[in-house]
């Protein structure tokens, strides 16, 4: 199975779209936008997301954000996440 294909069934299964992705670099929190015309493919979309450097993390909190309406993450950059 791809991983964009795991990562929504993950999705459907927690029964709700807020995520949380760590890449090697940041970390983001948003909600996962579903749209068949506007999907790239193996990218996650994401609306309110908030983009914070993984190195200005401390015990979940960030000390500097920047915030988004809408992002698109590829995949294969995503280490790990978590649906909140």
């Known amino acids: 199975m791809d991983r964009i294909k795991q990562f929504k ?3 459907e299964k927690s029964n709700t779209n807020r995520v949380i ?3 090697n670099n940041y970390q983001i929190i ?3 936008y579903e749209c068949s015309e506007c999907n790239k493919e193996d990218y ?3 609306t309110d997301a ?3 450097n993984i190195q200005d993390t401390y015990e979940g909190i960030c000390e500097s ?3 988004f309406d ?4 590829n ?3 995503i280490v790990a996440y978590s649906f909140i």
């Open 9 to 11: 069934q993950i999705m």
């Open 70 to 73: 809408w992002l698109h993450i």
């Open 21 to 23: 992705i760590l890449t």
């Open 44 to 46: 996650v979309n994401l």
């Open 30 to 32: 948003g909600n996962v």
């Open 65 to 67: 954000e920047s915030k």
């Open 50 to 52: 908030t983009v914070c």
């Open 75 to 77: 995949i294969d950059k």
